[in-house]
């Protein structure tokens, strides 16, 4: 091992598996790599590259400057801002050939403008709201919306999409939202932009019929997107680990962290990780059953979650090896600690263990 404080792992073979998983449920769907927050922490720059080349022919991200991020990274594949960008981005989008989510005809006006003034059109797709009631324009307007906005001189409209509240959850949902996606498409007729999508991760095995794209999200980095027991396939890419920093042996009755809040049971081995909230791993963990994985055995964290560190419970007989990796999240022998269960130990979901993850963390790609 490395001299290394604390890191995370990516497997990139697993990126390329799911991303093959997830187009044999949709083969007639292109895929659309979500690279959003980081790649949902799991590094941009490198997974996007690895999606694009295992088939992806989009990318999306939630801001202009995730985009930039990646064209500054080399990459010319075709992307899309899913968030809606404030005006006064527009420039900036069109200069860097982003597709921009937009929801009205001052958004629109913006990205002409901007096209207009680089003598090209800027590109944009306009979000529809189906039922989330997030973002979006609502289905009655979209006809007379798009009209005035195909006139524009300096916009494009690659586009129209709508995101899927319940396809994890509540399917009835879902299809009322498609159905309603599937009304607009056959009302414009021709008018229609090329691009049209509303498949997520979960929507893949059932709602992708017709989506030109299934955004890839969760499921590309192996996480489910629903219990659906076909998701089992999926291979989770990343594993989160640190090295040791110190081991102590205390008697029973000992205090442990700030505020005193765990007293040792009896005699022990306390084992100082390196790793604590500011680096992701979050503080509601502390006292919660969180555990962690040392030479292919669970042991649990105690006391209270450090900003960048952490201590665990090893009884005094376990022999440790003090250059041992400790694993948080991922597999170590026959033992894995997975992001849902982090998720649950800590009321959230599995989404946000992975996305929280610092970048004062190294990722390390292997494969």
Not at 64 to 85: F, H, K, T
Not at 125 to 142: A, E
Not at 170 to 195: C, H, T, W
Not at 213 to 238: H, T, V
Request: with cysteine.
């Amino acid at each position: 091992m490395e001299d290394r404080r604390a890191w995370v792992e990516v497997d990139l073979d697993a990126i390329a598996w799911n991303l093959k998983f997830l187009k044999k449920l949709a083969p007639k769907s292109q895929i659309m790599a979500i690279i959003k927050a980081n790649a949902y922490g799991h590094g941009a720059e490198a997974v996007a590259k690895a999606a694009l080349a295992n088939g992806a022919s989009w990318l999306g991200v939630a801001t202009v400057e995730e985009g930039i991020s990646l064209r500054e990274a080399g990459i010319a594949a075709p992307i899309l801002v899913l968030g809606v960008a404030p005006e006064v981005e527009a420039p900036l989008a069109a200069k860097w050939n982003l597709s921009v989510a937009f929801t009205d005809l001052k958004g629109a006006e913006a990205l002409s403008r901007a096209g207009k003034a680089l003598g090209k059109k800027a590109s944009g797709q306009l979000k529809i709201d189906t039922g989330m009631h997030r973002i979006g324009v609502f289905p009655y307007k979209v006809e007379d919306l798009l009209e005035a906005c195909q006139s524009l001189d300096g916009l494009k409209v690659d586009g129209l999409f709508t995101h899927l509240a319940t396809a994890d959850c509540d399917e009835k949902l879902a299809q009322m939202q498609v159905i309603k996606m599937k009304e607009i498409v056959d009302k414009l007729g021709k008018k229609s932009p090329p691009l049209v999508h509303w498949a997520n991760s979960a929507a893949a095995p059932y709602l992708a019929e017709g989506s030109s794209f299934i955004r890839a999200g969760i499921a590309l980095y192996g996480l489910r997107p629903s219990q659906d027991s076909l998701w089992e396939n999926l291979k989770p890419a990343l594993s989160l680990k640190a090295s040791i920093s110190r081991i102590i042996t205390l008697g029973k009755n000992e205090p442990i962290g700030y505020g005193a809040s765990y007293y040792t049971k009896g005699p022990c081995q306390i084992v100082t990780v390196p790793i604590g909230y500011g680096d992701g791993y979050t503080r509601r963990l502390s006292h919660k059953g969180a555990e962690v994985l040392i030479m292919g055995q669970r042991f649990p964290v105690v006391g209270n979650i450090c900003m960048d560190q952490l201590m665990v419970e090893v009884p005094l007989e376990f022999s440790l090896d003090p250059e041992a990796e400790v694993v948080l999240l991922g597999k170590q022998g026959n033992e894995e600690i997975s992001a849902e269960e982090l998720a649950k130990k800590s009321d959230t979901i599995h989404y946000e263990i992975v996305t929280a993850l610092s970048t004062r963390l190294k990722r390390i790609y292997t494969n």
